[in-house]
């Protein structure tokens, strides 16, 4: 992320941590690099214009066919991960007004 004055507030009042990588995504969280389990209510994927999704696998996300069906940025049978340039989202406009909708979604959904 770029370091400007809105990730410096979010960085001195706790809520922006940069972290390493996760080395797995679980059910109900992820797995962190040294073992330790992090709990998570939702987990957004900034996908871009190639979908790598692979690390997401053993969600089981996908249908029978193969694809990752979606309802707006949220994938329809997981509604706790969202995937903003992922689908009809991956143009630069349709990925702005994802990531608006995806923020909406993940406050109506959460303990905020």
């Given at each position: 992320l770029?370091?400007?004055?809105?990730?410096?507030?979010?960085?001195?009042?706790?809520?922006?941590?940069?972290?390493?990588?996760?080395?797995?995504?679980?059910?109900?969280?992820?797995?962190?690099?040294?073992?330790?389990?992090?709990?998570?209510?939702?987990?957004?994927?900034?996908?871009?214009?190639?979908?790598?999704?692979?690390?997401?696998?053993?969600?089981?996300?996908?249908n029978?066919?193969g694809?990752?069906?979606?309802?707006?940025?949220?994938?329809?049978?997981?509604?706790?991960?969202?995937?903003?340039?992922?689908?009809?989202?991956?143009?630069?406009?349709?990925?702005?007004?994802?990531?608006?909708?995806?923020?909406?979604?993940?406050?109506?959904?959460?303990?905020?």
């Amino acid at each position: 992320l770029p370091r400007n004055q809105y990730t410096r507030e979010a960085h001195d009042r706790g809520v922006l941590r940069r972290r390493p990588l996760f080395t797995a995504v679980e059910p109900d969280g992820v797995r962190e690099a040294d073992g330790s389990f992090t709990p998570l209510d939702t987990i957004v994927w900034a996908t871009g214009f190639r979908a790598a999704l692979q690390h997401l696998e053993p969600m089981r996300l996908r249908n029978q066919l193969g694809a990752i069906t979606m309802r707006g940025t949220q994938v329809a049978g997981e509604p706790r991960v969202h995937l903003i340039g992922y689908g009809t989202s991956q143009s630069t406009v349709g990925a702005n007004r994802a990531g608006r909708e995806a923020v909406a979604a993940i406050v109506r959904q959460s303990r905020f």
